[in-house]
């Protein structure tokens, strides 16, 4: 068979539109409800009116990316019964509007984090940094986070006061505004671009996980999981969790979806297929890259989604994104492995065999500077890394099924 290809598409302001992804032969959408408020329900109608106007084109709701969990349930604050219900409620009505895969992160106020969204390749294309110093410098100089000095160790905190002090105002506001605003505002993060005073804001938030610990988190989502891991089995729909970006901890909060062995603690938390993670090589990588063949061996029949693409690891927990074969991943290797995991799905006869796919992130290049799109999100870039993967795998599944002898069903 073939990994379903996908899309993720901002809705109807997107500067892509439907019919474009139609030509490109996309399969499915990935999308949310981007106009509903974080935290409310979204009804039947609202999914019912994206998922015809998908349909219209030829192409089916591939999953939500995503269906955001309030920081009031993160947090487990006074209005979390509230939050909870319409999570609930929300899950129940995509189930029955026929949507079966849905993505959520778990991550405490910020979902990724960037320090450059400009980064130049010297090719001329433009990726993302995330340069760890430079994080110090806004999290410890510009957001001026109490404590903040304590979390680093002296020497990168002495590189990062020589940043500081080598930006202007305009620099440091900017970096400021990228992390906290133009990264989050179109995933429906917590600090939205409505916020006139962000900063505080951002802080406000940062504080309200003062008394949560990693395993009073880890708590936390272990009750989140109870109540929505039953309603999303009754009504047919996988959830996905996707890790942490990056793998490890920030501004002193707790993290808890970064390694392999916080994914395999999550999926054993509840014995569902509905209890599942997104496998997003560009956020594990970082911190796990020998280890992203073990996780598809351990972990891979719970995997839900793919988000698939490479990265350049630097020194002290820096790095930059890259395009989607050459780079850390060993992009070969964990493409056959999960191929593997396909087959075996069609053998065992499980329903969920489609493994939706698609190419995260890409390269900004050619005509993607003329053309408004989100950070991380270029046209031409990504669709050049979905040519690729594609590429990749047409070669590995003709070489295992040649190798095999077994006829795998044709799509
Ligand atoms: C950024 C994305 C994340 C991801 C969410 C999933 O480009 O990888 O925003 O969609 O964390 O909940």
């Not at 895969?101 to 294309?125: A, E, I, Q």
């Not at 999981?225 to 009504?235: D, G, K, Q, R, S």
């Not at 997003?280 to 073990?294: M, P, Y």
């Not at 996780?295 to 350049?312: A, D, K, M, P, S």
């Amino acid at each position: 068979m073939a990994f379903e290809k996908t899309w993720r598409w901002f809705g109807p302001d997107d500067a892509v539109k439907l019919a474009d992804l139609q030509q490109m032969g996309i399969e499915g959408v990935v999308t949310a409800l981007h106009h509903i408020p974080n935290g409310e329900v979204w009804t039947a109608e609202e999914i019912m009116k994206v998922k015809s106007l998908i349909e219209e084109h030829g192409m089916r709701w591939s999953v939500v990316e995503s269906l955001p969990v309030s920081e009031g349930i993160k947090t487990r604050s006074a209005n979390y019964d509230r939050l909870i219900a319409n999570y609930r409620e929300s899950l129940r009505n995509l189930g029955q509007c026929g949507i079966d895969t849905v993505t959520y992160n778990f991550m405490p106020v910020l979902d990724w984090v960037r320090t450059d969204l400009h980064f130049k390749l010297p090719s001329g294309g433009e990726v993302m940094l995330f340069d760890f110093p430079t994080f110090v410098a806004f999290d410890a100089f510009i957001l001026g986070r109490p404590g903040a000095e304590k979390d680093y160790p002296p020497a990168i905190l002495e590189k990062a006061r020589k940043k500081y002090n080598s930006m202007s105002h305009t620099e440091a506001e900017t970096l400021a505004r990228n992390i906290i605003v133009v990264s989050q505002g179109f995933i429906d993060g917590a600090v939205g671009n409505s916020s006139d005073d962000y900063k505080k804001a951002f802080l406000e938030y940062i504080n309200s996980y003062r008394d949560i610990d990693r395993q009073k988190f880890r708590s936390h989502l272990a009750g989140f999981l109870e109540e929505v891991v039953p309603v999303a089995e009754e009504n047919g729909v996988n959830l996905c969790i996707h890790p942490d970006d990056p793998p490890f901890p920030v501004l002193g909060l707790p993290r808890i979806v970064s390694t392999a062995e916080d994914i395999e603690w999550i999926i054993n938390q509840h014995d569902s297929l509905s209890n599942g993670f997104v496998f997003c090589t560009g956020s594990l990588s970082v911190a796990n890259n020998d280890r992203l063949e073990k996780i598809i061996e351990t972990c891979g029949h719970r995997i839900h989604f793919l988000h698939l693409r490479n990265n350049v690891l630097l020194p002290e927990n820096c790095f930059h994104e890259y395009g989607h074969i050459f780079g850390c991943v060993d992009m070969y290797g964990v493409m056959k492995l999960l191929l593997q995991e396909q087959h075996r799905r069609i053998r065992t006869g499980r329903r969920d065999t489609r493994m939706p796919l698609r190419a995260d992130h890409g390269i900004k290049m050619l005509d993607d500077y003329g053309r408004e799109a989100n950070p991380g999100y270029p046209l031409i870039g990504r669709m050049k890394g979905l040519a690729e993967l594609t590429g990749l795998e047409t070669g590995i599944e003709r070489a295992l099924i040649e190798e095999t002898d077994v006829p795998v069903p044709v799509k």
